[in-house]
Structure formats: C-alpha cells, structure tokens
C-alpha cells in the first residue's frame, strides 16, 4: 500500500516538521526524506525503521551522522501525516515530544 505523506499544519498554517528539515544539513534531509519514502511506499512496516509509540502514533528511525533523528507520525485511511520531527538526544523518547504529537493529532482529528 502506498501512502500520500503530507506535514502536519497548525491553525495559523505553519508546517512545524518541514521548517524543522529545512534547518537541516542537506545530508540528514535526504537520509530522513529515503527514510518516510521507504515507509510510504512500504508501509505497515516495523523495527528498525519503524516504531509503535503508542495507539495511532509511530515513529521513523533515521540515523544520521553522529546524531539520530525521529519523525513521529500518525496514518489514516492511506494518508501518513507527519506531526513531529526532532533530533534525539537521550535514550527514550522525551515525554514533552510524545505529547506535543498527541495534542498535535488530536488537533488533526478534531478533538481540540
């Protein structure tokens, strides 16, 4: 199944996850752009690449050069909107971020 990927917008029409790649190295941009294209034309897909974070909410693993990059992401009905991107500096998932991607979807489905 091939998804159409699109960022998520705010109220005010801002695309949090593309000004995020836009501040980027050019090589990081193009490793986590293969990475979302892998998972849209691939998708469901699972470790490495792709994490569970919690019900509706997955996770894309990039790799970059001496760091590690995550896009947190939501699918429904073929559509793969992409709520948070950020460049991870501990082990776990910061709780902050898996928030703001809660309250980003919630946004998105209407709930807020």
């Known amino acids: 199944m091939?998804?159409?990927?699109?960022?998520?917008?705010?109220?005010?029409?801002k695309e949090p996850v593309r000004e995020?790649?836009?501040?980027?190295?050019?090589?990081?941009?193009k490793t986590i752009g293969q990475d979302v294209k892998t998972v849209q034309f691939g998708w469901p897909l699972g470790m490495p690449l792709v994490r569970k974070l919690e019900t509706n909410l997955w996770e894309v693993?990039?790799?970059l050069p001496k760091q590690i990059a995550r896009i947190i992401f939501t699918v429904d009905d073929g559509l793969m909107v992409l709520l948070l991107g950020f460049v991870k500096k501990s082990q776990k998932t910061p709780?902050?971020?898996?928030k703001l991607a809660r309250e980003r979807l919630a946004q998105l489905r209407g709930n807020k």
């Not at 091939?2 to 029409?13: E, G, H, I, M, P």
């Not at 995020?20 to 941009?29: D, G, H, V």
């Open 95 to 98: 709780p902050t971020d898996i």
């Open 20 to 29: 995020w790649l836009k501040s980027l190295p050019m090589e990081s941009k």
């Open 2 to 13: 091939r998804l159409r990927v699109v960022f998520f917008k705010t109220r005010s029409d």
């Open 61 to 63: 693993r990039s790799a």
